[in-house]
């Protein structure tokens, strides 16, 4: 095992010495989200103590990716690390995160798998947030080792179609750029950021991963129970409302609340009621973001169509 530490973010890599992919997985990119720390220093146990041995390629596990945000149990710090991703020059350096992205870019341009761990706030079982070439039988693989109840898909699309805030790459992620350079990529969304198996669906998706992408063989005595649904549910990103001012929820939406089409979801302090635009799900509800944050999401239930 190889560990290095670079703008105070440590990255542990396994290599086999074989040929093979190189997978990566990431955790608290959002410093208010512990499930990925808790399950990658899980497996990194495990990774040291021999219990599970990669047998080819590669593994590199990044458990903190925002380390102040995270000391700070905060989304961020200066600048939504998961947005706006690319490697700043020097020069170009305005926040805090623009350091990480630095150190951060160049794994996910090598990589050749991401699974980016996170949570979310709402009350919410786990789901994935995938995108790229959907109908690749790889990347399908990927995506139900993961082994989650709930897919959804377009988000890049929706947030790159909206009247996005002034940076024309808002809509770039870890996902978003590790696919750039030619990766496969997924987020997995462990529940609610107290949720009290997120670290246990973190977990389980990783070793999933893993198994897939075939770096290491997961035995029997390491595998956790399965804790995720069965059935699966496709649901397509459709739009995203950015809170302009101050403003309130018309009620205590859950994640991936089913309502129907005209039912008031939200109102702004100048007098603006947003509704629901068709019948759908309400994704990732947050009340209380920041102005210029994403507020709500709309999507549909709609297989994958061809990127
Ligand atoms: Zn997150």
């Known amino acids: 095992m190889q560990k290095t530490v670079s703008e105070e973010i440590e990255i542990y890599r396994f290599d086999s010495g074989q040929a093979g992919?190189?997978?990566?997985?990431?955790?608290?990119?959002?410093?208010?989200?512990?499930c990925g720390p808790k399950a990658?220093?899980?497996?990194?146990?495990?990774?040291?103590?021999?219990?599970?041995?990669?047998?080819?390629?590669?593994l590199t596990l990044i458990p903190v990716c925002n380390p102040r945000a995270y000391e700070q149990n905060v989304r961020f710090v200066e600048y939504n690390l998961n947005r706006s991703m690319y490697p700043r020059a020097e020069d170009e350096i305005e926040h805090y995160e623009d350091r990480l992205r630095s150190v951060l870019c160049p794994v996910l341009e090598k990589t050749d798998y991401l699974l980016d761990l996170h949570s979310c706030t709402a009350p919410s079982d786990p789901f994935l947030i995938v995108d790229g070439d959907l109908?690749?039988?790889?990347?399908?693989?990927?995506?139900?080792?993961?082994?989650?109840?709930y897919v959804l898909w377009g988000w890049s699309e929706a947030v790159g179609q909206s009247e996005t805030p002034e940076d024309p790459s808002h809509a770039q992620g870890m996902g978003e750029y590790a696919?750039?350079?030619?990766?496969?990529?997924?987020?997995?969304?462990?529940?609610?950021?107290?949720?009290?198996?997120?670290?246990?669906?973190?977990?389980?998706?990783?070793?999933?991963v893993i198994e897939a992408v075939g770096v290491?063989?997961?035995?029997e005595t390491v595998k956790p129970d399965d804790v995720f649904e069965k059935e699966k549910k496709v649901i397509r990103f459709k739009s995203v409302t950015f809170k302009q001012q101050e403003g309130r929820f018309f009620q205590d939406w859950v994640n991936l609340h089913p309502v129907q089409?005209?039912?008031?979801?939200?109102?702004?302090?100048?007098?603006?009621?947003?509704?629901?635009p068709e019948d759908g799900f309400l994704i990732m509800p947050k009340e209380n973001?920041?102005?210029?944050?994403?507020?709500?999401?709309?999507?549909?239930?709609?297989?994958?169509?061809?990127s």
Not at 21 to 32: E, K, Q, R, S
Not at 137 to 148: C, I, K, L, Q, S
Not at 261 to 276: I, L, N, R, S
Not at 291 to 301: A, D, L, M, P
Request: aromatic fraction near 8%; hydrophobic fraction near 40%; charge should be negative.
């Open 261 to 276: 089409k005209g039912t008031p979801v939200a109102e702004e302090e100048g007098g603006q009621v947003f509704t629901m």
């Open 289 to 306: 973001v920041k102005i210029g944050e994403e507020w709500f999401y709309v999507g549909v239930e709609e297989e994958f169509l061809a």
């Open 135 to 149: 109908t690749s039988p790889d990347y399908r693989r990927f995506v139900d080792a993961a082994g989650t109840g």
């Open 40 to 58: 990658l220093r899980r497996l990194i146990d495990l990774l040291e103590s021999g219990e599970i041995e990669i047998t080819q390629g590669s």
């Open 21 to 34: 992919p190189a997978l990566t997985i990431t955790g608290a990119v959002h410093g208010n989200e512990p």
């Open 179 to 208: 696919r750039l350079h030619g990766a496969h990529a997924l987020t997995i969304e462990c529940g609610n950021h107290d949720h009290p198996r997120g670290a246990d669906f973190a977990f389980q998706a990783a070793l999933g």
């Open 216 to 219: 290491a063989v997961i035995s």
